[in-house]
């Protein structure tokens, strides 16, 4: 137990941190590739709105030589375009002009390529910029990339931006991301891999003197459980059999088998080496089928099984025949007079899947499934009414794990149910 608990633990904190990680690099790369994209794009518009160059900001312009802004603001829808454009660009380098590879291709109406511009790239021919042309009117989008090549068409014409340093930056501080973050992923899992003993210590501390407290009180509780069933005896034999002999000798065996089966599920749990040997559970099943039969027929009650033979598994044969019998009882004991029983064990890879199915009273409910494998969980009244203690699944569970196993409880209907075990 203590071992998975230092497994979920591990498992927990690092699924936490990966799903952390995962959500700021998708973050982080979303934004450096959308401020790639608007850069590309108010570059595109500005190019457009110049019939596919930059404007001048220069005294050419108007202005004083210094690329200061002239200080009336120009007239006319062409001059707020212009005076927009310029304000735009100022938000980039100086350089960007210079530094921008970019060509521009005019559509007739036909939507085909009528003039280039390839005056400012050198890695696109004429044929080539028809061709990406092309695919973008064809394309019916406005905005897009056609390789690393970020693209607009507007009024006829389609100015095309090589973005591929931009995109390789993308792509590599992607890469850089991600090996950083499976870097410190593995560093975490060395950490958390070091600490985490430490952290369930206490845990680890406390369940051990738990399992030591079970296992030696119940070998010193069978000392004067011994002496009070003696001494009822020696009772009824100088005054004879009387109801309350009778019940003290039923309540102490109830007691006795409480105490052998908490130390049994101590035992199960502390992963001790079990007892392995190869032997056939066709027939442990059978004799035990057989055994709860009859036991099923005094309680009027239905009792099936279905065993396919030569079925034979490696393992503890005292715990596997516990499981059998604690999940046979368990069925007989909370199905309803006139109920049904089943029992199943079929082949199942190297091992076996054993499944015991019962109706039952008043309905499951399916909230409680998940707590029928707990220590004295007694789920509704009717359980509780019932002998016993609430351990057999508990029990049960133990067994198969400490096999290896997987234990489950289901209900397809509500009113049945089913506990399936592979071991």
Known sequence: ???????????????????????????????????????????????????????????????????????????GERGNSLFRDKRELRDFSPEVRYETRFFTVSLDENGKAATCDLGRIAAVDESMAVSLAEEAAVGGKERGFIRDYRYLVKDGLVVFIDA?????????????????????????FLI?????????????????????????????????????NADAEVIELESGESEWTDDIKAQTKRLAALTEDLIFLSKMEEDVKLTVIEFPLSDLAEEAAKSFESLAKTQSKSFTYDIEPNVAVTGDQKGIRQLMNVLL???????????????????????????????????????????????????????????????????????????????????????????????
């Open 1 to 75: 137990m203590i071992g998975k608990l230092k497994r979920k633990f591990t498992a927990i904190t690092m699924l936490s941190l990966f799903l952390l990680l995962v959500i700021i690099m998708v973050t982080v790369n979303l934004l450096n590739y959308r401020a790639v994209i608007d850069d590309a794009d108010t570059i595109l518009d500005i190019l457009a709105e110049n019939g596919g160059a930059f404007p001048e900001m220069g005294g050419g312009n108007g202005g004083d030589g210094n690329g200061e802004e002239p200080p009336e603001k120009p007239t």
């Open 164 to 188: 591929s340093r931009s995109l390789d930056n993308v792509r590599s501080f992607l890469l850089s991301s991600a090996l950083i973050s499976v870097g410190g992923l593995l560093l975490v």
């Open 192 to 228: 958390v891999l070091l600490v985490s003993g430490r952290v369930i210590r206490p845990i680890s501390e406390s369940y051990e003197k738990q399992k030591r407290f079970i296992t030696d009180a119940g070998h010193e509780i069978k000392t004067p459980i011994a002496i009070i």
């Open 329 to 423: 009882d368990n069925a007989i004991k909370y199905s309803p007079e006139g109920g049904k029983i089943r029992l199943e064990l079929k082949k199942s890879g190297r091992g076996a899947h054993i499944s015991v199915s019962n109706t039952a009273e008043g309905g499951i409910s399916r909230e409680k499934l998940s707590h029928m494998f707990d220590r004295f969980y007694r789920g509704d009244a009717s359980r509780s009414e019932k002998s016993g203690y609430g351990i057999g699944l508990s029990i049960a569970k133990a067994v198969v794990e400490a096999h290896k196993g997987k234990i489950s409880a289901s209900t397809p209907d509500g009113k049945t149910m089913v506990i399936e075990a592979t071991i």
